[in-house]
T-cell receptor, first 115, second 112 residues
Framework: KAGVTQTPRYLIKTRGQQVTLSCSPISGHRSVSWYQQTPGQGLQFLFEYFSETQRNKGNFPGRFSGRQFSNSRSEMNVSTLELGDSALYLC??????????????FGQGTRLTVV | GENVEQHPSTLSVQEGDSAVIKCTYSDSASNYFPWYKQELGKGPQLIIDIRSNVGEKKDQRIAVTLNKTAKHFSLHITETQPEDSAVYFCAPRPYNFNKFYFGSGTKLNVKP
């Protein structure tokens, strides 16, 4: 069974640009959540999607957005990039509510560097 | 939201010794208590978890104990090995609620 796949693994962008990151969950999983990891702030929750709907949202500005497709793949977008957006972005895959086991499995992450 | 505190922030032990990491939380609705291990360049990996109806769970050299009254749970690693060196995170939450509040992490260094 394939794990959680995040693409790309590494990305370098310039301030002011926008970026789109992709996450393919484990087959059969319908919930995808996103996290930002930085040395100073640790792991912070961005948002969670289930069945193409955003269920939960963290405390990030509107520049951070996401979506989920009918095949459960998810993308997150960051517009007007700032230097402080440099981080490891992780997505986690889980079956979803009412699906029994709710263990979450993480991808390797996308390392975003804003210059 | 959940307020999660994890201690210590760094832990250095000799190979073969035991290591204990503690996590305290504030949300009484939390009933699922996982521990994750993150190695350099990788995403967090679930290593053990416990539900609130259980006080202790063991899996080979790793165990988790829960004190729901005091709102804390701990990760115990016995007979530590160099490959246990990593950053460990706790992430208590209500079961079936996929919004994680992670602890700040504990960097474990196992010296050979």
């Amino acid at each position: 069974k394939a794990g959680v796949t995040q693409t790309p693994r590494y990305l370098i962008k310039t301030r002011g640009q926008q970026v789109t990151l992709s996450c393919s969950p484990i087959s059969g999983h319908r919930s995808v959540s996103w996290y930002q990891q930085t040395p100073g702030q640790g792991l912070q929750f961005l948002f969670e999607y289930f069945s193409e709907t955003q269920r939960n949202k963290g405390n990030f500005p509107g520049r951070f957005s996401g979506r989920q497709f009918s095949n459960s793949r998810s993308e997150m977008n960051v517009s007007t990039l700032e230097l402080g957006d440099s981080a490891l972005y992780l997505c986690a895959s889980s079956p979803g509510p009412g699906q029994g086991n709710t263990e979450a499995f993480f991808g390797q992450g996308t390392r975003l560097t804003v210059v | 939201g959940e307020n999660v505190e994890q201690h210590p922030s760094t832990l250095s032990v000799q190979e073969g010794d035991s290591a204990v990491i503690k996590c305290t939380y504030s949300d009484s609705a939390s009933n699922y208590f996982p521990w994750y291990k993150q190695e350099l360049g990788k995403g967090p990996q679930l290593i053990i978890d416990i539900r609130s109806n259980v006080g202790e769970k063991k899996d080979q050299r790793i165990a988790v104990t829960l004190n729901k009254t005091a709102k804390h749970f701990s990760l115990h690693i016995t007979e530590t090995q160099p490959e246990d060196s990593a950053v460990y995170f706790c992430a208590p939450r209500p079961y079936n609620f996929n919004k994680f509040y992670f602890g700040s992490g504990t960097k474990l260094n196992v010296k050979p």
